[in-house]
């Protein structure tokens, strides 16, 4: 199933989604936070405009959601139904411009409290920041040289992790970080470090000019059926062909993000040339057991153009996905533990095919992720519009990410006297925006003072997992 939320306010930037609440939280890019039903699209409450700056980038996990101000503090708020005020206490407390919004929000939405937050604590960090990431029940945030540790629950700072650029190679602007109970993870546009929550040390890198990454490497590509077929089908496999002899003195590349499993084990690293780094139970490199390239599978996605066309990477519950300027992309770590394939079933000389799960020869079993499974998702192949995609994120059973259908181009189909014909329903639901091809409900329940923003046209897109044997949980 799929389905469209945001459809009354469509300059949606960032988005979280709390699945086990029901609850979508986004920010935008003229201001403001709203709080969604994922079921209802009902709006359930909000930040103004004026209070919340626009394209602010947005944290939460466990009821405590984070933004940024246009100064350096980073603002934390928790649910109203998590709070107990008898024991707030926390070590940065928030201040008046909180409470006063705080009031503002409770008069707007006088007859509901689902979904509400109140202010919590309030994180002044002494410099120019970059990045920040919240893995409960941490906050780090990034400076060009520091990384800043928070207890968000507490609100107490646990430690500054200095000397993030140095070495004889820095590692330039910073895209990303990312953060796990032992360590904290940066890419940089030159390199790729790991370094240890207990006492700061760098304990891995990776440089961006190394020829490969990983003894096996493998492109994935789609069937060109499938391609033909796109308005039939949500989700098509992708297959591996294996590549044997690496570029000679490759051009640069830049790592855009990083993620690690919950686990803290497995690390997934998004490059800008369409290339995913998956490692596998990455400590055993930092205790010198393993190479990088005995525990590493480079996967080259489908790419149609040579650099810079990667945007957004998430990963959660044992899959991947990704948006390049080619597609979206779903990939599922270990397919035997998700219930799609059961490797006793087959002789020992029988391979996992990625995509379909069948009895093809694909890919050795020694190698890391050898039960890995990709596809992707036809509908969503134009590359201008997805270049735009700001926001992708992976519940337990839905992909949710944001799309401004004004950037894809209407198509021109002809008949069978190659003459130009009228446009096929399906197309013009799918063009449009307000609809898709395989059923979206529109929204409803608008707030009496919400008016449709006929300037935007940008919404949340949600594929269901659950849709067929791709994606059984």
């Keep these: 199933m799929t389905n469209l939320y945001c459809l009354a306010h469509r300059d949606v930037h960032r988005i979280k989604v709390d699945e086990i609440l029901g609850l979508l939280i986004t920010t935008h890019t003229k201001g403001g936070i709203r709080v969604t039903d994922v079921k209802t699209g009902k709006l359930l409450w909000r930040l103004s405009l004026n209070y919340v700056r626009p394209y602010a980038h947005l944290e939460y996990e466990r009821g405590f959601m984070i933004f940024d101000r246009m100064t350096n503090e980073k603002e934390v708020w928790r649910l109203s139904t998590n709070c107990d005020l008898a024991q707030m206490t926390p ?16 008069r707007r939405f006088p007859d509901i409290t689902r979904g509400h937050f109140r202010p919590w604590a309030l994180f002044g960090i002494p410099e120019p920041t970059t990045a920040y990431r919240f893995v409960y029940p941490t906050l780090v945030t990034m400076s060009r040289s520091t990384a800043y540790l928070c207890d968000v629950p507490t609100g107490q700072f646990i430690r500054e992790i200095q000397g993030i650029q140095d070495g004889d190679v820095p590692l330039g602007r910073i895209a990303y970080v990312e953060l796990s109970a ?13 370094f240890s929550r207990a006492n700061g ?16 490497r493998i492109q994935l590509e789609a069937d060109q059926d499938a391609r033909a077929k796109e308005f039939d089908q949500v989700v098509s496999a992708l297959h591996a062909r294996l590549f044997s002899t690496p570029k000679v003195n490759p051009p640069p590349l830049n790592f855009v993000a990083v993620h690690v499993s919950r686990s803290g084990r497995d690390l997934v690293i998004l490059m800008d040339d369409n290339r995913l780094l998956l490692v596998q139970d990455f400590e055993r490199i930092i205790k010198d057991e393993v ?46 533990r998700h219930g799609l394939f059961d490797p006793s079933r087959f002789a020992d000389d029988t391979y996992v ?17 050898p039960y890995l499974s990709a596809v992707f998702v036809p509908r969503l192949r134009h590359g201008y519009a997805l270049y735009q995609v700001s926001c992708l994120q992976m519940t337990a059973t839905k992909v949710f990410l944001t799309w401004d259908s004004r950037l894809v181009p209407r198509p021109r189909i002809l008949n069978g006297r190659g003459q130009p014909d009228r446009l096929r329903e399906q197309d013009v639901e799918y063009m449009d ?38 994606f059984s949980y």
Aim: charged residues 20%; proline residues 7%; contains cysteine.
């Design 353 to 369: 095919a990625p995509g379909m799960i069948e009895n093809i020869p694909s890919l050795p079993p020694d190698i890391p992720f």
């Design 91 to 106: 070590a940065s407390p928030p201040d008046a411009q909180q409470m006063e919004e705080y009031q503002k929000s409770i």
């Design 291 to 336: 190479e990088l390239t005995d525990v590493a599978l480079e996967v080259h996605l489908p790419n149609q153009l040579k650099r810079g066309s990667s945007v957004y990477l998430a990963y959660e519950h044992g899959r991947v996905s990704v948006v390049t300027a080619s597609g979206v992309y779903i990939l599922t770590l270990d397919v035997a």
């Design 182 to 194: 032992q360590y904290v993870f940066v890419c940089g546009m030159r390199q790729f470090r790991v």
């Design 433 to 470: 925006g307000f609809l898709l091809s395989f059923g979206i409900p529109l929204g409803e329940d608008l707030e009496a003072d919400e008016e449709l923003d006929e300037d935007e046209n940008a919404f949340i897109w949600e594929e269901d997992l659950d849709t067929g044997s791709y």
């Design 201 to 216: 040390a760098q304990v891995l890198w990776i440089s961006n000019n190394q020829p490969t990454f990983a003894h096996t």
